[in-house]
């Protein structure tokens, strides 16, 4: 199966702990795949002929899949979470500078306004508080956000996602992979 948004992980765990073997690729893979084949119409049909094909074709090439560790869901989880909080914050903030900017400015609503960003800034400031207790859980995971941290430029947030990413680098044998 394709490793496409957050919905093939479900899939792939139930038929792993059905015991069936399990091989998630990359979509530009298939996408490539598909191309190869001269397949330039897409449906989910379609797509699913395909990637039996491209099984088939590459199954020595395939690795099969294991299901992440739990520090994995734990850290993209909150990572997610930060990710949209941040969003709305933004949106929060980009609204109270233009209201601010009005001719009339009602107080009431300004301040609600202001409590919604302090709040969303606590709530933020409060999941890499989370991040870094669920981080001291597993010290290969941390060993390696620590390693990234001396790149210079590449703070906590980018050291966590790059982790989570790459399933602390297992996913990736070369740096270039990584990267790509």
């Given at each position: 199966m394709e490793a496409t948004s957050t919905y093939w992980i479900k899939?792939?765990?139930f038929l792993y702990q059905g015991g069936f073997g399990v091989s998630?690729?990359?979509?530009l893979q298939a996408h490539h795949f598909a191309l190869s084949e001269l397949k330039t119409t897409r449906t989910a049909a379609i797509d699913a002929q395909t990637l039996c094909e491209m099984a088939a074709h590459r199954s020595s090439k395939l690795k099969g899949w294991t299901?992440?560790?739990?520090?994995?869901?734990?850290?993209?989880?909150r990572?997610?979470?930060?990710s949209t909080l941040l969003e709305l914050?933004?949106?929060?903030?980009?609204?109270w500078h233009a209201l601010s900017a009005s001719t009339t400015l009602v107080?009431?609503?300004g301040e609600k306004y202001q409590a919604q960003i302090e709040d969303?800034?606590?709530?933020i400031e409060a999941l890499d508080t989370e991040l870094e207790t669920v981080l001291k859980q597993d010290p290969a995971w941390a060993a390696s956000i620590t390693l990234l941290q001396t790149i210079v430029g590449v703070g906590p947030i980018t050291a966590y996602w790059l982790v989570v990413a790459s399933l602390n680098f297992t996913s990736c044998a070369k740096a270039d992979s990584l990267a790509k």
């Open positions: 899939v792939a765990l998630v690729v990359n979509p299901p992440p560790p739990a520090i994995y869901h734990k850290m993209e989880q990572l997610q979470y930060r914050r933004k949106v929060l903030t980009n609204h107080a009431a609503v969303f800034t606590a709530k």
